[in-house]
């Protein structure tokens, strides 16, 4: 278990093992890489960010994620795994499952209400962005992306 404190001040935990929380996720991250480049989606608010976002009524957890990349990106996704899970302990805490997917198709991007486009970095641009959402700066996403680089052979 890797804990830390994000930028709003809430105590996150984030776990590799599956189940480890008593809350069950009701939000999706997702985490795609094609052609040795991430998938980011550019939020109105909060700037640029890996896709994901709520549960809709009667949506699965991997459905969920298919449907926000779609939504923020105009990217077809399949072969989701799950990855990790987070737990946001604020005023209303949730639990976040964290997958990766891999690319079918890319669409012409449609700006959608959230979502003002989309871009690909590589692994330092990511880093290295100037205007990257509070969540894609925190340490439990440097933790994500370090795990990431010693599962990548298996994607």
């Known amino acids: 278990m890797f804990t830390f404190i994000d930028e709003n001040g809430c105590k996150v935990e984030l776990s590799f ?12 991250l997702v985490l795609v890489k094609y052609k040795e ?12 960010e890996f896709p994901g976002g709520k549960l809709e009524h009667g949506e699965t957890l991997e459905q969920a994620a298919i449907r ?20 946001v302990h604020g005023e209303n805490p ?40 509070f969540y894609m700066r925190d340490e439990g996403m440097k933790k994500i992306l370090q795990e990431v680089k010693q599962h990548e052979r298996q994607w």
Not at 68 to 87: C, N, P, Q
Request: proline share 4%; aromatic share 12%.
């Open 94 to 133: 949730f639990c976040k499952t964290v997958f990766t997917g891999k690319v079918e198709r890319i669409d012409p991007f449609v700006e959608e209400h959230e979502t003002i486009g989309m871009v690909w970095l590589s692994n330092e641009e990511l880093l290295n962005h100037p205007n990257l959402s």
């Open 37 to 48: 480049k991430w998938l980011c989606a550019i939020n109105k608010k909060r700037g640029v």
């Open 17 to 28: 093992k599956e189940n480890q929380f008593s809350i069950q996720p009701t939000h999706v």
């Open 68 to 87: 926000e990349v779609y939504e923020e990106t105009s990217v077809h996704i399949s072969d989701l795994k799950w990855f990790a899970e987070y737990l």
